[in-house]
């Protein structure tokens, strides 16, 4: 059974960081690009950043370039994505997902393969 478990939610003040995690399980994820996805109350989901497993380019929105990077531990087989400078726009629930399609990742389509629980993130003025 595939499973993206996600943890390091929380509530921070604007300024402040996180370090959210995504422990991948069930299958082997070499071919896979991993990313995370928000949704924030009332709006749509959207794109936040991305990883190839195998080779590790990275690709990122334009709201979060230079705040945000996204790594991987393979021997871990976990993806991180370490928020810095977090504004109260970035409020949301965050997601991790799994896609043998990069494109399919940056689009942030519902059709993924594999999606994690979500994990809230809350930033105050």
């Known amino acids: 059974q595939v499973q993206l478990v996600e943890s390091g939610g929380g509530s921070v003040q604007a300024g402040g960081s996180l370090r959210l995690s995504c422990a991948a399980s069930g299958r082997t994820f070499s071919s896979y690009a991993m990313g995370w996805l928000r949704q924030a109350p009332g709006k749509e989901r959207e794109f936040v950043a991305a990883?190839?497993?195998?080779?590790?380019?990275?690709y990122y929105a334009d709201s979060v370039k230079g705040r945000f990077t996204i790594s991987r531990v393979n021997a871990k087989n976990t993806v991180y994505l370490q928020m810095n400078s977090l504004k109260p726009e970035d409020t949301a629930v965050y997601y991790c997902?799994?896609?043998?399609?990069?494109?399919?990742?940056?689009?942030?389509?519902?059709?993924?393969?594999?999606w994690g629980q979500g994990t809230q993130v809350t930033v105050s003025s």
């Open positions: 997902v799994a896609d043998d399609r990069l494109a399919e990742v940056v689009h942030s389509r519902s059709s993924l393969d594999y």
């Open positions: 990883i190839r497993w195998s080779g590790g380019s990275t």
